[in-house]
């Protein structure tokens, strides 16, 4: 997208942040502990957080973006492994 400038894999990983794609434990066992519950309140059944990952590439991907910038944002070291997201 115009303007817009992700960072390198290489720079995600020398700051100290956290990122929507990829989680890691403990992060990663939290959020899944509260979507569930949140699913389960609601009556969603089947939904978890690869669901929403696979929904937010694909969206993504809807909305214009390149493969490269996609793998960037989820945390993919190439477009390769995007791929598969997107059918």
């Known amino acids: 997208m115009s303007g817009l400038r992700l960072p390198t894999y290489d720079e995600r990983q020398s ?10 434990f403990p992060i990663k ?19 978890s957080t690869h669901s929403f990952r696979h929904s937010g590439i694909t969206n993504l991907h809807k909305q214009g973006y390149a493969l490269h910038e996609i793998a960037q ?5 190439d477009i390769t492994n995007v791929s598969h997201y997107i059918g």
Do not use: F, N, Q, V
């Open 73 to 77: 944002i989820s945390g993919h070291r």
């Open 29 to 47: 066992t939290k959020l899944y502990a509260i979507l569930r519950e949140a699913c389960d309140r609601i009556g969603i059944d089947g939904a």
């Open 15 to 24: 700051r100290a942040k956290i990122y929507l794609m990829p989680l890691h």
